[in-house]
């Protein structure tokens, strides 16, 4: 396995955030309570979600002692609500429909509409362009299935 994917899942963790922080800043610089209040709403949920993605991490380290994929396989057999709460807070880093992080940025659009349509048209534009590339990209490597239901017969 080489080294552009053995952390593979980091480069979407970094697009993501990238996109939410410049959401963000569109929704501060829309000056209307909808584009300020996403704005807000999607700070909070960004830091209770990367804690939690950040803390589920830290329990892989600590129960495998390593950062290599490779080794996490067979993981939703060994730890099936962990991989649960995991697949979950990934999903939320996505704003997957119905969690905070898809409510704020849905309010940051509605807000940059409102101040100006062609910034809110590129952002959503954006928006859907990244999150079709990091499916993608997933499904191509295939994380879910490739390190998480395979088992993994060699030992450290």
């Avoid at 610089?29 to 300020?36: D, K, P, R, V, Y």
């Avoid at 380290?61 to 649960?84: C, E, I, Q």
């Avoid at 697949?87 to 997957?96: C, E, G, Q, R, V």
């Avoid at 409102?114 to 997933?138: E, P, Y």
């Amino acid at each position: 396995m080489n080294s552009n994917t053995k952390h593979a899942s980091d480069q979407e963790t970094e697009y993501v955030i990238t996109k939410s922080m410049n959401l963000v800043t569109i929704g501060m610089f829309s000056l209307n309570i909808q584009g300020i209040g996403g704005s807000i709403l999607l700070m909070l949920s960004h830091g209770l979600v990367s804690s939690a993605l950040f803390l589920c991490v830290g329990v892989l380290y600590d129960r495998h002692k390593t950062r290599l994929v490779r080794y996490y396989g067979g993981l939703v057999s060994a730890m099936p609500n962990f991989s649960t709460v995991f697949f979950f807070f990934t999903l939320a880093n996505m704003s997957l429909p119905g969690t905070s992080s898809f409510i704020g940025e849905f309010l940051i659009l509605v807000g940059a509409f409102q101040r100006n349509s062609l910034v809110a048209t590129l952002a959503a534009l954006g928006m859907i362009l990244l999150h079709i590339f990091v499916v993608i990209h997933i499904l191509i490597i295939r994380h879910l299935h490739k390190h998480f239901f395979l088992i993994i017969h060699s030992s450290l």
